[in-house]
């Protein structure tokens, strides 16, 4: 894989690579300390060697093989909180600490290899839909997690205690970490309303390192000697072969790993791989935000697993990406993934340079400095979800998973957070109406236009028709929502008309309950009406294969599909005229005096008006009139249909506005108005028509002044009475 970036842009990797680092380094030696002092005092070097290495290893491969522009991956505080718990418990079980790192190491390779899985498989672009509520339950637990392990440190109670021992025996404490703590905590929360420049991480590091030393000359003395001392890290080595040795030395012991330990690493390795990659993605997500891209979650997934694998192997710990170095590497001038290989460079040489001096590092300004990130992790404005009866049901859930991560383990939280995912979602679908709308057959027509009597006809017995508009998912827990809006109509509709255009999901309850219903109206000789069923939903499953397959529309006449909500109307109204419409096809074409519009005009003037219409034949399926023509003549059918198309692309068809049949007329609008044809008019079947040229009516204007009056004004009110009912029909669906 190769960069190409200029010159302005690697200048800007470099500077946000170095701000990224001092932040990033920081917190990974703290994050580093942490995980192996809960083995014992005299790991924390080699928390801090993990911590460094992991800073190194995660941000060299992860930035080269992701995608993310500016994404800074580094050790994080979800894997400090799962490896330190993960330690403690094999502490308690008495493991020797020599396996319990080797045990440690190979958590953070399992968990690596399980993120390049959940990448291979596509899950990246799941995670992301994990609920706010359970998301924020985690990260919450998570900070409480690392503030109750940091406060031992913090009050410089060492050996293993637990939060609450350390709490209750002030004996234990030693004041001078406490105030090196509290000194490094109140520079980290105060720095930023005196300078962003440098980081506030690094701020608070050098305060408590240099109220260490002043209390070292004017208190202690003692504290000055490196050896034994529990005040600090200790030394590390800062050598290319001391991170050979740390590198090499804990793969040794490798084949004395038995079966069940290995075994037991799953639970903990799901449960990290999990967490680390919802960090990274909720980072990727606002860096999107914020600088206008879009990531690849599962290509990012991948690159993550593959940094966590190289990290275990060179004895590192398991990172994610992190919010703060990222959000301090895009101020700083960061443009590409270089500026992340930049932090994991840099991160090689500090230790290399600085390795005497990290050893001088307070654990007490670390647990300051980890008290500080465990408090910003908190999701404190989940308060505000209690401020509307809507929410408290959220809050509930963040509260549940924070009190089982915290009293019982992060594996237990996530589990418990899924569960609460699917009630969460069962909620939103309870809560939510499956019916869009509800009209009846005189406030919803077909786009075939009807004649005067025939529309008369059809409001009249609008009341046989229920046409319902189905939305969001029909399964069990919408079942009897959906039944009590059914169930009303079942004995005094003849035709139930359901539109499936907005459903998202339907399971098997749903469609018993639909078969159920079709049988009640079988009895009754009445319909079940389907449109919009042949599709794919969001699921992958077909509505009309699963009703085929259910045999809910394959068993009788009396359940009707359609491809649109229009053709389902358009039939039922057919069904209604029954004996006042009668197939075009089947009679001849109409004269003048049989046109509705024309009806009431004497012989004479229908004598006049007959010498200025052309008589004209279409065929079925050529254009009468495409989009942009002239619109200069007016169209009267005395046989057959037109169908009216808005041409859309990529739509063989276009879309359908309306049909006009037998008796009807077409064109009027355009005609009067003198504009260009705005869309096209296609011939269904073999037609007949009366076509009024506009030279012929500007002579029967000049000629005829009155007869072309009365010819505008037919037109008029008969589109007039379209318009009306056009009203009624859009007023009845917004209600």
């Not at 994404?71 to 993960?86: E, K, N």
């Not at 229920?466 to 004995?491: C, M, N, R, V």
């Not at 009640?520 to 319909?527: P, V, Y």
């Not at 649109?564 to 004269?591: F, Q, R, S």
Request: glycine share 10%; charged share 15%; hydrophobic share 50%.
């Amino acid at each position: 894989m190769t960069f190409k970036f200029k010159n302005d842009k690697l200048a800007g990797d470099f500077w946000g690579g170095l701000a990224a680092m001092l932040v990033a380094l920081p917190s990974a030696i703290a994050f580093g300390v942490t995980i192996y002092a809960s083995i014992g005092p005299a790991y924390a070097g080699l928390g801090a060697l993990a911590g460094i290495l992991g800073a190194t290893a995660l941000g060299l491969v992860a930035p080269a093989l992701g995608g993310t522009n500016r994404l800074i991956t580094a050790p994080c505080g979800p894997a400090a909180a799962v490896c330190s718990a993960f330690a403690i418990g094999l502490v308690q079980q008495q493991v020797e600490p020599v396996f319990i790192v080797l045990m440690l190491t190979a958590l953070g390779l399992l968990s690596g290899l399980i993120q390049l899985l959940l990448g291979f498989m596509g899950v990246g672009s799941l995670i992301k839909y994990i609920p706010y509520p359970v998301v924020s339950g985690y990260l919450s637990g998570v900070g409480l997690i690392i503030i109750g392990s940091q406060i031992p440190k913090f009050l410089g109670v060492f050996g293993g205690y637990s939060l609450w021992r350390a709490l209750i025996s002030p004996e234990l404490w030693q004041w001078e970490g406490a105030v090196i703590g509290a000194v490094t905590m109140a520079v980290m929360v105060g720095a930023p309303y005196v300078t962003r420049v440098v980081p506030a991480a690094i701020l608070g590091l050098l305060a408590g390192v240099l109220t260490y030393f002043a209390l070292a000359y004017s208190v202690d003395e003692t504290m000055l000697v490196v050896e034994g001392n529990k005040l600090i890290i200790g030394p590390l080595g800062g050598t290319a072969s001391s991170m050979l040795e740390a590198i090499t030395g804990r793969w040794r012991e490798i084949g004395d790993l038995k079966l069940s330990q290995i075994g037991s690493l799953f639970g903990p390795a799901i449960t990290l791989a999990v967490l680390l990659s919802i960090d990274t993605l909720k980072t990727a997500v606002v860096l999107d935000a914020l600088t206008r891209s879009r990531h690849d979650s599962n290509r990012e997934l991948v690159a993550q697993g593959l940094g966590n694998v190289a990290s275990a192997c060179v004895g590192g710990m398991p990172g994610a990406g992190q919010m703060g170095a990222t959000m301090v590497n895009l101020a700083s001038g960061g443009q590409t993934r270089a500026s992340g290989i930049f932090e994991g460079v840099l991160s090689l040489i500090a230790f290399l340079l600085l390795g005497a001096f990290i050893a001088w590092i307070p654990v007490a300004a670390l647990a300051g400095i980890l008290i500080v990130v465990g408090f910003r992790m908190i999701d404190r404005h989940s308060f505000h979800l209690l401020a509307s009866p809507w929410t408290v049901l959220d809050f509930v859930v963040i509260v549940v998973v924070v009190g089982v991560a915290v009293g019982y383990s992060l594996i237990a939280a996530s589990g418990v957070g899924i569960a609460l995912a699917m009630l969460l979602f069962i909620r939103e679908q309870l809560g939510s109406t499956i019916i869009r709308s509800k009209l009846d057959g005189s406030q919803r027509f077909s786009k075939r236009v009807r004649l005067g009597q025939e529309m008369e006809l059809l409001v009249k017995n609008g009341d046989q028709t229920a046409i319902l508009e189905l939305q969001g998912s029909l399964f069990f827990g919408t079942k009897d929502q959906l039944y009590s809006a059914l169930e009303p109509e079942l004995t005094k509709r003849t035709y139930i008309l359901l539109d499936m255009r907005r459903v998202q999901s339907v399971d098997v309850t749903a469609v018993h309950l639909l078969s159920q219903i079709r049988d009640s109206l079988i009895e009754r000789n009445a319909f079940l009406i389907f449109s919009n069923l042949a599709r794919t939903l969001p699921n992958g499953r077909n509505i009309a294969e699963l009703f085929d397959q259910m045999e809910l529309t394959t068993m009788t006449e009396h359940v009707k599909v359609f491809p649109n909500i229009d053709d389902a109307v358009e039939w039922i109204e057919d069904e209604i005229l029954g004996e006042h419409l009668k197939e075009a096809l089947d009679l001849p074409p109409l004269e003048v005096y049989e046109l509705d519009i024309f009806k009431n005009h004497k012989e004479d003037t229908l004598i006049t008006l007959m010498e200025c219409l052309e008589r004209r034949s279409v065929p079925a399926g050529t254009k009468v009139f495409s989009l942009g023509d002239v619109a200069d003549e007016l169209y009267l059918i005395r046989k057959g249909a037109v169908r009216i198309t808005l041409p859309v692309e990529g739509a063989a068809d276009g879309h359908h506005t309306l049909t006009y049949g037998r008796g009807d007329f077409f064109g009027g609008i355009a005609f009067i108005a003198g504009t260009s044809r705005f869309n096209d008019g296609t011939a269904v079947g073999d037609t007949e028509l009366f076509v009024l040229r506009r030279e012929q009516f500007e002579r029967l204007k000049e000629e005829h002044k009155r007869l072309a009056f009365q010819l505008l004004e037919a037109v008029a009110k008969v589109l007039a009475l379209r318009l009306r009912y056009s009203d009624k029909e859009l007023m009845a669906m917004q209600d």
